[in-house]
């Protein structure tokens, strides 16, 4: 298959927020083009985007994974769920078999061993020793696997010809979001999975400082003669304009997905519907930090969609020298630096003439970005012209 990517660039306007915090509780920055920038890390936005296919129910619960260290527990419901006679520590006893079988190293969390001693209470469950990133149908091919062993796991999984089926189950029929993300297992290496989207960290456009917000917390039972806050503290916020970017490689979705989700749909269909469901994900999706505080609820101003065959191209660069905004705001200014930096970088580097391009643009501030592709009237209507431009040259002979 040739190689195709699928560029997504995006101004997000955030009003006074705290998305992402670091260590000391303040709004994560960093420095670019000399000056200090807000800063959203990866990290937190493809958590956001990965929970969102959920949230809005863009896919259905076979297509999505869990990612959890409490895997045993995760399968021993399965296999309860399965068969009702197998309940408690039978199940259990057979899904840590089972996950080890897989080559998945688990044991008994120290903390949850010695609270067990103190209270004598039931054995704690083992756990993997890391975040392990499973599909749905993954999880129920070892569910199934461990039930076939009921009567003696441990001897049924020392047979190597088990052993090798439970390592095939944890390495077939990836869900969407392991495709789209990856998995990574260092004691498993060979059930690595390459992620298909690389997701830049958010910046903003222009200099941007923290600030602090004072506030104090009122005792309802305080009396008349009792003055004074019941608790005070501060929140660190700032507000932005961020440039978001993510890039998604098409043929490494398509090689990892495989086959269909489901038996009686075509190779094309799962990979159009992922490529819909991450593009609407990562353009609705929101980090949730300090959310209940600020409510910082915004969509993105412009959305710039590109499809090409060359390679994933970020425009950042166009705001290396920090927007100034000078009173009347930053999106203007931004988006028309974007409309004069990528003609510029692609017609200096001799971009593909098949590459595509979409805009979803809101307000007169985003009007110089209207010439530089199709303008779509929807986000709907956005994601079902990408989808079908990509099910079409994935249906291409290579």
Request: cysteine-free; overall charge negative.
């Amino acid at each position: 298959m040739n190689r195709f990517y699928l560029d997504v660039h995006a101004l997000q306007t955030v009003p006074p927020s705290n998305l992402n915090r670091d260590d000391t509780g303040a709004p994560k920055g960093a420095v670019y083009g000399g000056v200090p920038r807000a800063r959203v890390s990866s990290q937190a936005w493809k958590r956001a985007t990965r929970a969102y296919f959920g949230d809005a129910q863009l896919l259905e619960p076979h297509e999505l994974g869990v990612r959890t260290k409490k895997i045993v527990e995760v399968i021993a419901d399965r296999i309860a769920a399965a068969d009702a006679s197998l309940t408690g520590s039978p199940a259990q006893q057979l899904a840590a078999e089972a996950v080890q079988a897989a080559g998945l190293k688990v044991e008994v969390p120290r903390r949850k061993a010695d609270a067990a001693a103190k209270n004598d209470g039931p054995e704690p469950l083992p756990e993997a020793k890391y975040l392990v990133f499973l599909s749905s149908r993954q999880l129920d091919g070892l569910a199934g696997l461990a039930l076939e062993g009921a009567a003696d796991g441990k001897a049924f999984f020392k047979e190597k010809k088990n052993k090798d089926r439970a390592k095939a189950l944890a390495d077939t029929r990836h869900s969407v979001d392991v495709a789209l993300f990856g998995r990574m297992v260092a004691d498993v290496t060979d059930i690595n999975v390459d992620a298909a989207v690389q997701v830049a960290h958010a910046i903003s456009v222009h200099r941007v400082d923290n600030e602090s917000d004072y506030f104090t917390a009122v005792d309802d039972e305080n009396k008349d003669d009792e003055p004074g806050a019941g608790m005070i503290g501060t929140v660190d916020f700032n507000s932005a304009t961020l440039y978001r970017y993510a890039a998604l490689g098409v043929h490494q979705l398509a090689a990892t997905l495989g086959q269909g989700l489901r038996e009686d749909e075509p190779p094309v269909t799962p990979v159009r519907r992922a490529v819909e469901a991450f593009l609407r994900s990562f353009v609705e999706s929101l980090p949730k930090g300090k959310i209940n505080t600020f409510g910082n609820h915004t969509l993105p101003e412009a959305v710039i969609v590109k499809l090409r065959t060359t390679r994933p191209i970020s425009f950042v660069s166009a705001f290396e020298e920090a927007v100034r905004g000078d009173q009347v705001g930053h999106v203007r200014e931004a988006s028309e630096r974007l409309a004069e930096y990528i003609p510029d970088i692609e017609a200096k580097y001799g971009d593909d003439a098949s590459t595509l391009t979409w805009i979803l643009r809101i307000g007169p501030n985003t009007q110089k970005l209207s010439g530089l592709g199709t303008e779509a009237d929807s986000l709907r209507d956005l994601t079902t012209a990408v989808g079908q431009a990509v099910a079409q040259r994935l249906d291409a002979p290579a």
